[in-house]
């Protein structure tokens, strides 16, 4: 059974501070880690990372996959009020075996973003 | 550039009707995914398709859960008999999957109560 392992689950912060989130793996035939920041509807897509040690960065958001230790971060920084939301992990599998396509995702962490 | 579509938005009735929503994917999108998410909890995989083709269904799929995608395009997901348990958001999702590493790209999902 896979299993996606997320921490904290909350987090509250004031504007400014940088943030990180962590996001621990056990998944047969991984293919991909995804990363999703839902507010009050769907996830939104953030990032998808499938190498070790090759970081993706999308403005003030970072992302990095250690796939030797089988997790992963998110960063955060110079937090706003807007990035105050749900962020969601997600494993994938790869083809050639089950449950090729579905995703295994984290409980949350709750972000709480205080001007 | 449209995205995920889902119908109803929100859906109250009775424990013991029966209950259908729709999804519209991304168009040209070839994998619908339907996800299930309770409060304080990440999505659960409940079954995906490949075109028409339902290539995989949950365990959490009982019998009174059925998900069709007639034409490979829009998908439906009924639920007979509902119970109280099965108040949840339920989410649709779509991606390119003939291309490794597609990221599935979500809709702003049906909020189901059971009363």
């Known amino acids: 059974e896979d299993k996606v392992v997320q921490s904290p689950l909350s987090l509250v912060v004031h504007e400014g501070d940088t943030v990180t989130l962590n996001c621990s793996y056990e998944?047969?035939?991984?293919?991909?880690l995804l990363w999703y920041k839902q507010e009050k509807k769907a996830p939104t897509f953030l990032f998808m990372l499938?190498?070790?040690?090759i970081e993706k960065k999308s403005g003030r958001l970072s992302s990095i996959l250690d796939k030797k230790e089988l997790f992963s971060i998110l960063n955060i920084t110079a937090t706003q009020t807007g990035d105050s939301a749900i962020y969601l992990c997600a494993v994938g599998r790869g083809a050639g075996g089950t449950s090729y396509g579905k995703l295994t995702f984290g409980q949350g962490t709750i972000l709480t973003v205080h001007p | 550039d449209t995205g995920v579509s889902q119908d109803p938005r929100h859906k109250i009735t009775k424990r013991g009707q029966n209950v259908t929503f729709r999804c519209d994917p991304i168009s040209e999108h070839n994998r619908l995914y339907w996800y299930r998410q309770t409060l304080g909890q990440g999505p659960e995989f409940l079954t995906y398709f490949q075109n028409e083709a339902q290539l995989e269904k949950s365990r959490l799929l009982s019998d009174r859960f059925s998900a069709e995608r007639p034409k490979g395009s829009f998908s439906t997901l009924e639920i007979q008999r509902t119970e109280q348990g099965d108040s949840a958001m339920y989410l649709c999702a779509s991606s390119l999957g003939d291309r490794e590493n597609q990221p599935q790209h979500f809709g702003d999902g049906t909020r189901l109560s059971i009363l």
């Open positions: 998944v047969t035939n991984f293919r991909s």
């Open positions: 499938t190498s070790s040690g």
